[in-house]
């Protein structure tokens, strides 16, 4: 499910808040750059409210924020639903006992991991990221959590690149995105 299908009018303002910047970080990539929708107050906080009125009383206990914008956008939405918020690092950025899950990517291999005990069996949990291209990210994401026992009840990123069909990966799980890029 997409905001810009509904139609809410805060999404063409959202949507003209991200640069699209040709050829970043290298040739034939369009990176959306979402730095200037956070350099506008209201579009930003619009973007957290619309993630907030849905999310709001579905019983989420945890807030999985993969980094690094997961981390921008991750915590005023758990704050503002009352859940906890857990970041899910690159490797070796978490102190301590960790949990990890490997992917893989169009140019190699990377794995997130998050702390052991962060998340239990039987929390609800919404996956957070900025952007869904391929999927990859947001499928480890998912099967670490799973492992140890949360349920995913859905993955929200501003924007989706539906070209790639990353949706598609994601095996029925729900996503919800603001805006599409093509």
Known sequence: MSGLKDQDPRVHSI?????VVPNFPKPGIMFQDITTLLLDPKAFKDTIDMFV??????NISV?????ARGFIFGPPIALAIGAKFVPLRKPR???GDVLFEEYTLEYGRDRLEMHV??????DRA???DDLVATGGTLCAAMRLLERVGAKVVE???LIELPDLQGRERLNGKPLYVLVESH
């Open 93 to 95: 950025k978490l102190p």
């Open 15 to 19: 949507k003209t808040k991200i640069r």
């Open 155 to 157: 993955c929200a990123c």
């Open 126 to 128: 919404l996956v957070v």
């Open 53 to 58: 009125e849905r999310y709001k009383g579905k």
């Open 63 to 67: 807030v999985a924020g993969i980094e």
């Open 117 to 122: 005990g962060a998340v239990e069996q039987g």
